[in-house]
């Protein structure tokens, strides 16, 4: 229950936050893409706000005995987190919406919140599904190391 | 930019208590993959969506309408499936990758947080001067 409680009240808070900060609205975001023209630095606030805040927290956390990093099986910077991220950049400059944002904004109930949220179904599927490819692809090219 | 801070500050609370109570990490991307693919107990996650989904239901009847402007469906299909896609590759969205990961210090979201801004601010250049009625307005 303690668990359901936080789970529900995290996304709420989370939601709140990017509805506040004006993140739900894609003319925030494509604003602070436009570097060359009349920036918007509004995004920019609100990732300070995020990871000063949950840095503090997890810092605190940490001083205090408790577990701060997350696991991890794939820590290394390789061509699959560049392509990734590559890929997932030019789709949020093209439509302003990241997951979260999308997320939140099918509660709007408009019919762009719905396509872009079908639309991002699709594309998780598929992009695990060749993240899981590639992986096993690299696997099987590495030779067999002694431990 | 008070409103940016404090919003942002709501998202970073938010984040440590998914983590403290939850023992997850609040990046939305990897919580959608899990809530559609895990076949175990995924009612955290799922919890966590219908959160998000929440705050925009009540956003809209506070303010009494949907608020966002109209957009092309093209780029918006198109952007939605490349956002699902490379998120999933990359490991990671803005969430996950530029505040989670970034809030711990791990360059390897350093490296994907800088890759999509230049990625998408690229893409905002190229669509104002070759495809202007695919902007977002």
Known sequence: MRRALAALGAGALFGVGLVVSGMTDPRNVVGFLDFTGKWNPTLAGVMVGAIGVHFAALRWLGSRGYPVLSADARPWIDGRLLAGAAIFGVGWGLAGYCPGPAVVALGFGTSSAWAFMLAMVVGVLAGERAARDRDAAVTASTPARAV | ?137
């Open chain 2, 1 to 137: 930019m008070f409103r940016a801070l404090s919003g942002g500050a709501l998202i970073g609370g938010a984040a440590t208590l998914f983590w403290f109570v939850n023992g997850r990490v609040a990046g939305v991307s990897g919580v959608l993959s899990g809530a559609l693919r895990e076949r175990g107990d995924r009612s955290d996650r799922v919890l966590f969506l219908v959160g998000l989904v929440a705050a925009g239901v009540v956003a809209t009847l506070v303010r009494g309408g949907a608020g966002a402007g109209g957009q092309s469906t093209l780029p918006l299909v198109l952007g939605g499936a490349l956002v699902g896609f490379g998120t999933r590759l990359g490991g990671g969205c803005t969430s996950g990758h530029g505040v989670c990961g970034l809030a711990r210090l791990r360059k390897r979201s350093l490296v994907a947080t800088l890759t999509f801004i230049a990625f998408g601010a690229l893409t905002v250049f190229a669509v104002a001067r070759v495809a202007p009625m695919w902007s977002v307005r």
